[in-house]
């Protein structure tokens, strides 16, 4: 059963920025999607990025274009956000999650909270 730990949240004035990672568990985290989401106070959780197993395609919600970059490192099994640029509506919970297409098996970490406010 594969664990994803995510890590790096925390609070940082607007323009600032963080670093955000998750940790999988296992020997098959090279054959994952992963994908960054969020989740602010009585809201719906929303995706913010996603990168193929081998990083080969990145893609990331409108609202973080630009600012966010998603990487992996299958080393490590590990994946990263890059947040820059923070604005106060970045705050949320993130989660990160992994997924393979081909059997529509999926599993999400347990979050980590970002406060942006100065």
């Known amino acids: 059963q594969v664990q994803l730990v995510e890590s790096g949240g925390g609070l940082v004035p607007p323009g600032g920025s963080l670093r955000l990672s998750c940790a999988a568990s296992?020997?098959?985290?090279?054959?994952?999607?992963m994908s960054w989401y969020r989740q602010a106070p009585g809201k719906e959780r929303e995706w913010v990025a996603r990168?193929?197993?081998?990083?080969?395609?990145?893609n990331y919600a409108d609202s973080t274009k630009g600012r966010f970059t998603i990487s992996r490192d299958n080393a490590k099994n590990t994946v990263y956000l890059q947040m820059n640029s923070l604005k106060p509506e970045d705050t949320a919970v993130y989660y990160c999650?992994?997924?393979?297409?081909?059997?529509?098996?999926?599993?999400w970490g347990q979050g980590t909270q970002v406060t942006v406010s100065s």
């Open positions: 990168i193929t197993s081998a990083g080969g395609r990145i």
């Open positions: 296992g020997r098959a985290f090279s054959s994952y999607a």
């Open positions: 999650k992994a997924a393979q297409a081909i059997t529509g098996w999926e599993a």
